[in-house]
């Protein structure tokens, strides 16, 4: 038996959980696509996840951080992560210390669109009326 010390061990874990905690349910392709992680490291990490009870399965192939009192922090951290991680990115984008191509926005919404919308509104307005959206939609 697994324990959630080894789960939570590895760097491809925290991906899985970040992906999860932003997105709320995602099939294993999307969590492949939006961590560039292998398929099989990610059906590894999943069963590990589930084994110590931290993630669930919802339906065929869609998985979910399972909801109980011991995850929501975990959530939590995750999305309060992410976040810190979009301010970063943005600021230097408005900096100009990180390319602000159609790819890397393309790049920024496809991975955390949920905090884009939730906590960078004015952000995503803006790039829809400067068109960037679509652009880097297009590009990606």
């Known amino acids: 038996m697994v324990t959630i010390y080894e789960?939570?061990?590895t760097p491809s874990a925290h991906r899985v959980?970040?992906?999860l905690a932003i997105w709320g349910e995602l099939s294993?392709?999307?969590i492949v696509e939006k961590t560039g992680l292998s398929r099989n490291n990610v059906?590894?990490?999943l069963r590990g996840l589930m084994e110590v009870g931290i993630v669930e399965r919802v339906q065929r192939g869609r998985y979910r951080i399972s909801e109980n009192p011991r995850t929501v922090h975990l959530i939590n951290f995750y999305r309060e992560n992410a976040v810190v991680q979009v301010g970063s990115h943005i600021q230097l984008m408005l900096e100009g210390k990180e390319p602000a191509?159609?790819?890397m926005v393309a790049r920024l919404i496809e991975?955390?669109?949920p905090i884009l919308r939730k906590h960078?509104?004015?952000v995503m307005h803006s790039l829809v009326e400067?068109?960037?959206i679509e652009r880097a939609v297009a590009h990606g």
Do not use: H, K, Q, R
């Open 111 to 113: 991975m955390y669109e």
């Open 43 to 45: 059906y590894n990490v």
């Open 7 to 9: 789960v939570l061990g």
């Open 17 to 19: 959980l970040e992906m």
């Open 101 to 103: 191509t159609p790819e």
């Open 120 to 122: 960078f509104s004015w």
């Open 130 to 132: 400067m068109g960037a």
């Open 28 to 30: 294993v392709e999307d």
